[in-house]
């Protein structure tokens, strides 16, 4: 009932609208040019950010000229724009009204006040919140539809802290590298972008990047945005653990002072003024488990969840020393939430627990989820089996999940994952429309489908999509519900890129492989992988995963080739303005996995036929594969129209173009086994992280006391 009547008060803008009476703003934009004054009455420069955004909203929308002045009470002339923050009312909550020539967008706090400007932007000016992505310009406007009158109310949010951690962001830093001088990997405008979108969406929380120092320009600029600063659950207290010195023990059972000072030295690097929600918890370097750093907890957990809420509570007075006021969350790690549902860690109160997900949005608390806690929930996510490129998490587990922890009271907090953003813009929203407004009475994915359809593509394709999203996401084959992480969930597109090299490679040579430094530190060394398997092992693993990969591809195959003749049979209802956009979002989503199924199918094919001594069978299916991989990057070229040029320069995650270079390879070992020795290493991300992390040098972690 709470959620339903929330609905019904922001409806109210739109059921009552009418023109706004401004003579000048009911002119045509061909004869006069319309006059607003916006006026600023707050004292909080991120609001001015905000105010400066929605004069270019209307300059876009109106042809306005806009003055933005402090303190005015009544505009000259041509409509008067009133932002105000009033401290009054539930946190973050704010209002639009009219009265005449006036709009008054006021805001209970600094948030509720930034918000009001956006909504405004979005309600009235038909500015579209993720236009940066979706390159959705707004129509012109004679005048703007405000009823005269109207008072319309947004409470506060359902989820306190919500927003997006911009993780494994390698098509960013490929797409928009920053300069040198800015000191960090991504282009501080581009980086400004993704923060204005959090705040369009009302989200008021951004975890910047993966890796950075708590000193990177990106975090001082999301604070100057007026967003909340949170930590990567592998940065407790913003210490960078991909950056341990060489030879510093990391090791809080026989060195608790080493990781104390590097807590207390990371501490020091945020600003005295910055509004952060500090990350705490024990997890080893380079987000890998704390007992591969110390023997004492390996098998002992009891042992292990003693020294985590240990650390935590370190973690909090060292934090508190600096920032008295300062408020905490634990992102439960991988087994900090199995030490969690166990019984065996013991989380301070005042800490808000936040349970993760498994990288497709189903929420590992095992149902103990209670009030005043969170989640942390991925649209996009690194693994080796989910998406970097494409969606792949419905709208319905969205809302299944969102509100089964809102139905709990574990409204406290929602990290959402979204990786480089763009590929995944629908689903993005729909996470934090969802944590603003909670689930929609009678919630129905299919009309979220529907209503995003209509507004990025035309009325015209809005029902024809909203029968083809739940189909392309029931299309995507399933992971054997054995395979550990995700098992019995979604493919995404990097399970056909990692799959295929690494069913060559098992084919062409046999164990020991090796894993090549990527996230970790960089004096780590390369590791063994599937140490102690014999070259027999390896080649029954091809056969098995092979023969499997064969009948789960060509069962997916035909319902791949049927989507993508819906969506071109869509093609021709969408506005042609639009379709730049729906050639990338829906055509190229739809290829990278369409055509990445056909290329391992061809490729369990290829490894088959050369166990088998069939070559030409290998040969034949390799140049399949081989097709397959161009028509992904034939249907690449549809990302890269306009300002996204070179968008997949920097790819480096999910590595198409590395399975192609293994398919030469491997075409040359079935050709001359002898003449052709592969390099025994696994595929990694080390490729993507160099350069994400390549402005940072040689830095590292300061543990000095």
């Known amino acids: 009932m709470k959620l339903s009547k929330r609905r019904v008060i922001q409806s109210l803008g739109a059921a009552g609208a009418a023109a706004l009476g401004s003579p000048a703003l009911s002119a045509t934009r061909d004869t006069a040019t319309p006059r607003v004054t916006i006026s600023i009455r707050s004292p909080f420069p991120p609001v001015h950010r905000a105010a400066q955004d929605l004069a270019g909203d209307l300059k876009a929308v109106l042809g306005a000229s806009v003055d933005l002045v402090q303190d005015q009470d009544q505009a000259h002339d041509g409509l008067h724009i009133a932002i ?7 946190r973050e909550s704010f209002s639009l009204s009219r009265h005449g020539h006036r709009v008054d967008l006021v805001g209970a706090d600094m948030r509720g006040t930034i918000y009001a400007i956006y909504q405004f932007a979005q309600d009235h000016l038909g500015v579209d919140p993720m236009a940066f992505w979706t390159d959705h310009s707004p129509k012109p406007l004679a005048e703007i539809a405000m009823k005269d009158g109207a008072r319309i109310a947004f409470p506060g949010p359902v989820i306190d802290y919500r927003g997006f951690f911009v993780n494994d962001e390698d098509q960013l830093t490929g797409w928009a590298p920053a300069k040198p001088e800015d000191h960090t990997n991504i282009d501080p405008a581009v980086m400004d972008k993704v923060y204005e979108t959090i705040l369009r969406l009302k989200g008021n929380m951004v975890v ?5 120092f708590p000193d990177d320009p990106q975090i001082k600029a999301a604070s100057a945005r007026g967003l909340i600063v949170n930590q990567h659950h ?3 207290v913003g210490m960078n653990a991909a950056r341990w010195p060489e030879h510093v023990p990391y090791n809080y059972t026989e060195h608790p002072d080493i990781l104390r000072n590097a807590w207390k030295n990371a501490i020091a690097l945020y600003d005295k003024d910055q509004e952060v929600l500090w990350t705490v918890g024990m997890r080893g370097l380079s987000d890998v488990s704390y007992a591969s750093m110390d023997p004492s907890v390996v098998g002992n957990k009891p042992r292990m969840g003693q020294l985590a809420g240990q650390a935590m509570r370190e973690q909090m007075a060292l934090v508190r020393a600096r920032f008295p006021n300062a408020r905490f969350v634990t992102n439960l790690w991988s087994e900090g939430a199995e030490l969690m549902r166990e019984g065996h860690l013991k989380i301070p109160e005042e800490v808000i627990i936040a349970w993760p997900d498994e990288g497709w949005g189903k929420i590992r608390d095992d149902g103990q989820v209670s009030k005043d806690q969170g989640f942390y929930f991925h649209v996009a996510m690194l693994n080796g089996k989910a998406n970097q490129l494409s969606e792949m998490v419905p709208v319905e587990r969205i809302h299944e999940e969102f509100g089964r922890f809102i139905r709990a009271g574990a409204t406290r907090f929602a990290l959402v994952n979204v990786s480089d953003l763009r590929a995944v813009a629908m689903t993005a929203k729909a996470t934090l429309d969802t944590a603003w407004n909670g689930v929609p009475a009678r919630a129905s994915a299919r009309a979220y489908y529907a209503g995003w359809a209509k507004g990025q593509y035309g009325a015209g394709a809005a029902e024809s999509l909203a029968t083809f999203y739940p189909a392309y996401f029931t299309s995507l084959p399933r992971l054997p519900t054995g395979e550990g992480t995700g098992g019995g969930m979604e493919y995404g597109d990097q399970r056909y890129q990692e799959l295929s090299r690494s069913l060559m490679l098992r084919t062409m040579i046999d164990p020991p492989y090796y894993r090549t430094i990527a996230q970790s530190p960089q004096w780590w060394p390369p590791r063994i992988v599937d140490y102690g398997k014999s070259a027999a092992d390896a080649k029954l693993w ?21 989507l993508l003749k819906q969506a071109l049979a869509i093609l021709p209802q969408v506005a042609p303005e639009r379709r730049d956009y729906y050639q990338y979002a829906v055509l190229t989503m739809l290829s990278v996995n369409r055509n990445g199924n056909a290329m391992l199918l061809a490729v369990s094919q290829a490894v088959k036929a050369a166990r088998a ?7 034949r299916q390799a140049d399949a594969a081989l097709a397959q991989i161009a028509e992904i990057k034939r249907y690449e070229t549809y990302a890269t129209y306009g300002k996204w040029k070179n968008w997949w320069r920097g790819e480096w995650l999910t590595n198409i173009g590395s399975t192609a270079d293994w398919l030469a390879t491997f075409k040359a070992w079935v050709i001359d086994p002898i003449g052709t020795t592969p390099v025994p290493i696994m595929e990694t991300d080390w490729e993507a992280y160099y350069r994400i992390l390549k402005y940072q040098g040689t830095r590292s972690v300061d543990v000095r006391p």
């Open 84 to 90: 105000a923050t009033s401290n009054q009312g539930a």
């Open 208 to 212: 910047p990047s993966t890796w950075p």
């Open 234 to 236: 592998a940065t407790p």
């Open 542 to 562: 091809v056969d098995q995963v092979s023969a499997r990969e064969i009948a789960t591809c060509t069962a997916a195959q035909p319902r791949f080739d049927a």
């Open 613 to 619: 001594g069939d070559q030409a069978e290998a040969l």
